[in-house]
Nanobody, 119 residues
Framework: VQLVESGGGLVQAGGSLRLSCAAS????????MAWYRQAPGKQRELVADITVSGGTTNYADSVKGRFTISRDNGKNTMYLQMNSLKPEDTAVYYCNAKGRAVLAFRYYWGQGTQVTVSS
């Protein structure tokens, strides 16, 4: 199982980016998918997650109203639309997925994509 992130980059404060996470397997193999981020010197934190089947979402307070998580099960891809970006959103963003029984309930991680927001 591989998760491959894309879409990171450098953007000015107030700008937008859309991250993508492409899975090498059918996303219905997962219970949930999520985006985490880790800024220099800080712990990795949950940004948002989504249930694969029902599409129920959950967001960190710091991104509510600015970020939107979604998935396209037909494309085996998850997205994170990030609007009104702030310098404090600068971090490496990681895709995460929790497998169903067919994947032994394992957790999987992508390699990360850098997001840098300049002030």
């Amino acid at each position: 199982v591989q998760l491959v992130e894309s879409g990171g980059g450098l953007v000015q404060a107030g700008g937008s980016l859309r991250l993508s996470c492409a899975a090498s397997v059918n996303t219905f193999s997962f219970n949930t998918m999520a985006w985490y981020r880790q800024a220099p010197g800080k712990q990795r934190e949950l940004v948002a997650d989504i249930t694969v089947s029902g599409g129920t979402t959950n967001y960190a307070d710091s991104v509510k109203g600015r970020f939107t998580i979604s998935r396209d099960n037909g494309k085996n891809t998850m997205y994170l639309q990030m609007n009104s970006l702030k310098p404090e959103d600068t971090a490496v963003y990681y895709c995460n997925a929790k497998g169903r029984a067919v994947l032994a309930f394992r957790y999987y991680w992508g390699q990360g994509t850098q997001v840098t927001v300049s002030s």
